[in-house]
């Protein structure tokens, strides 16, 4: 399901004559002023900003729509979509509710009120939401998939066996199906039938990682450990960035003897989880049965700061401290375990022990005859009496005698993905080798955590030093904007416009509609930075910064208007023919500017013209070898032909110059084993 799009273009710029010069009237964007607002270009603009995960501003686009035109359904669907990417699933839930007062007839609106429902484990709800929804789009296999996940949360599992068995019957083929009526079987406790239905789901889609890691859970629990981890290595090729199967998979690898190989799952899932609990904990076991002490301290430290109250967890720091010679450490944290667990025998001779290397032999004997009075595990004095188990206990079980056991969670249920468009489009798009966007001009200067350095280009430190206004700079990235930054460019945008009426000459209004074409561009409005820069082009089609962000803004509108569907492929090679001579005209005007360079590569690799686009980055890299842009881009272009030394060779080279992302790539391409 796709986010409607309406757009209906419309030239907002009208010019005249008035004997002293040119004077320029534009849509302005003052609150108070609805009556000149055109609700279609609104939307059509908040939609723009949704696309590019812009969601406050995007709001602020909705809201105005919906003063303006409060009867209207859509803006209150759509501002419920910009809440519901916000995690304000209440009040997104409220905007849905005042779309289907308005348009009892949409199935979106139905369906996302179910979701955020989901999202506040409103199950009953939801599900009326879901039959609404289906009666206006009975052959939507995205609702019946939802609905049977909320009647399996809700415990319905009689009903959602019926509506699995319509599902099989109309979509034979839906490997997803199978693996939901596995979940609803393995609540029932009905393992066999939950195998069954597991298998033939792998063999309609045996690229289907979770239903791998689904599958895994049911060998687990049966302690069928080789399995377990040929079904995990399934699930981790498919879904390399899931701590949960790296956990699951050293489990099976610690209880084969692979302590090398469980050790290893436990690092990269706390790569990928910092704050994994069982991560931590498990970890610490093993690093304490291979001698590493002192990174096992760390890894308990890690677990107590998270549950301080953990007294298993405190005694095998205990243990870890007396091992390396921190005695008082080690009476402090068997102290308090003792104290939870007077009668916990193995605390005590190991107190005792430490007492004794103390000089403190009165308090040692103290525990000792209390041990001894009972005369219970008398054997265990200096012995380990769980050394060399390896079975695990739940994370509930407070068994003090079980604190050498790896930890599980109590209950481990099949992950449960509610089919959903809505966190789709920008998402869906991005690939793991995503290329770094364009260079235009900005009202914020490009901030890097690794990379503080501000991207320099003459022609725009030129413009600053002449012009009394805002600072423009040279950035390839679009921040989010908050509602306070949101509300401080739509009032420059005003006074712009409001200075470009008054302008009495060309030479006045021309630097003021660059200065507004690159405002609008901040609020995602796209198209009418376009119409101001095109205005200024046909005063003045010499001038470089107007060929460059109209290059850009044009390549931002073309970008999400694919996304959407909207244009047809004439339009859309038409637009992007427009990109291109915008480049290269503003390249003949500036031959060596890296940015030019760079951009036009960028719509190259695009077109998946990867030779050009290679040629291109070369061309911005002799012109600025420190663009670390350039070679991230140039690294990703030679990966996607295969050439795979030069590739890594770039990437290597833009992570040296602050593009951190660029060693995730190589480390994830070098672990596929690719060559």
């Not at 770039?650 to 060693?663: F, N, R």
Request: glycine share 4%; proline share 3%; charged share 25%.
């Amino acid at each position: 399901m796709k986010i409607p799009f309406c757009f209906k273009r419309k030239n907002y710029l009208n010019a005249s004559s008035r004997g002293r010069g040119w004077r320029w009237v534009l849509i302005l964007f003052s609150l108070p002023a609805f009556s000149q607002y055109n609700t279609d270009r609104l939307i059509s603009i908040g939609q723009t900003a949704l696309y590019y995960e812009d969601y406050v501003l995007s709001m602020q686009y909705f809201n105005q729509v919906i003063t303006a035109k409060p009867y209207l359904y859509e803006p209150w669907f759509l501002r419920g979509v910009a809440k519901f990417h916000l995690d304000d699933f209440a009040g997104a839930e409220q905007d849905c509710t005042e779309a289907i007062d308005r348009n009892p007839f949409v199935a979106s609106c139905y369906e996302l009120r179910g979701l955020c429902r989901i999202q506040q484990e409103k199950f009953p709800d939801a599900i009326g939401d879901y039959n609404r929804a289906l009666r206006i789009q009975p052959e939507n296999r995205g609702l019946w998939h939802n609905r049977v996940l909320c009647h399996i949360q809700n415990k319905d599992y009689d009903e959602a066996l019926l509506e699995l068995d319509t599902m099989h019957q109309r979509w034979s083929q839906y490997a997803q199906a199978y693996t939901m009526r596995a979940d609803v079987h393995l609540q029932m406790k009905d393992t066999t039938l939950a195998v069954e239905a597991l298998e033939k789901s792998l063999e309609l889609d045996p690229y289907d990682g979770k239903t791998w890691a689904v599958r895994s859970l049911v060998s687990l629990s049966r302690s069928q450990w080789a399995e377990a981890e040929d079904q995990l290595d399934h699930a981790i090729h498919l879904l390399p960035k899931n701590g949960g199967y790296y956990i699951n998979r050293a489990l099976a690898r610690y209880n084969r003897n692979n302590l090398r190989g469980a050790m290893a799952d436990y690092d990269m899932a706390l790569d990928l989880e910092p704050n994994n609990f069982l991560g931590h904990y498990n970890r610490g076991l093993l690093r304490a049965d291979v001698g590493d002490d002192n990174r096992a301290i760390l890894d308990f430290d890690f677990v107590l700061l998270q549950e301080p109250d953990n007294m298993l967890a405190l005694f095998n720091r205990a243990v870890l401290l007396d091992r390396t010679g921190d005695l008082r450490g080690a009476i402090r944290d068997y102290s308090k375990v003792i104290d939870e667990y007077p009668n916990f025998h193995t605390g005590l001779l190991y107190r005792a022990r430490c007492y004794r290397r103390l000089g403190m032999t009165q308090k040692a004997e103290l525990d000792e005859f209390k041990v001894y009075k009972e005369q219970l595990y008398q054997h265990l004095y200096g012995i380990d009496p769980q050394k060399g188990n390896r079975r695990q206990r739940k994370r509930s079980d407070d068994d003090p005698e079980k604190y050498r056991n790896l930890v599980v969670e109590d209950e481990q249920e099949p992950e449960r993905e509610y089919q959903s468009d809505y966190r789709g489009h920008v998402q869906n798009r991005r690939a793991d080798m995503e290329l770094q966007p364009m260079f235009a001009l900005s009202l914020a200067p490009q901030h890097d955590e690794v990379n503080t350095t501000l991207h320099y280009d003459p022609t725009v430190d030129e413009l600053n030093r002449r012009r009394q206004m805002r600072p423009i700079y040279v950035s390839n990235q679009h921040a989010p904007l908050d509602s306070e930054h949101s509300a401080d460019y739509f009032a420059y945008i005003d006074s712009l416009s409001t200075a470009i009426d008054h302008a009495h000459s060309s030479r006045q209004t021309l630097p003021l509609l660059l200065a507004r074409a690159v405002a609008y561009a901040a609020v995602q409005d796209n198209e009418s930075a376009i119409h101001d820069l095109t205005t200024y082009e046909q005063m003045d089609s010499l001038q470089l910064l107007v060929l460059w962000q109209r290059a850009a803004s044009q390549q931002r509108y073309n970008q999400y208007a694919a996304a959407e569907g909207s244009r047809t492929e004439a339009v859309s090679g038409l637009q992007s023919f427009g990109v291109r001579s915008d480049l290269e005209r503003a390249l003949r005007l500036s031959p060596q500017n890296a940015y030019l360079h760079y951009n036009l590569a960028c719509l190259y690799a695009e077109q998946q013209d990867y030779a050009q686009a290679i040629d291109q980055f070369t061309l911005a890299l002799q012109a600025d070898p420190h663009l670390a842009e350039a070679y991230y881009n140039r690294g990703i272009c030679h990966l996607r032909a295969d050439h795979s030394a030069e590739g890594v060779a770039d990437l290597s080279k833009a992570g040296e110059l602050g593009l951190y992302q660029a060693y995730s790539i190589i480390k994830k391409y070098r672990n596929n084993g690719t060559k």
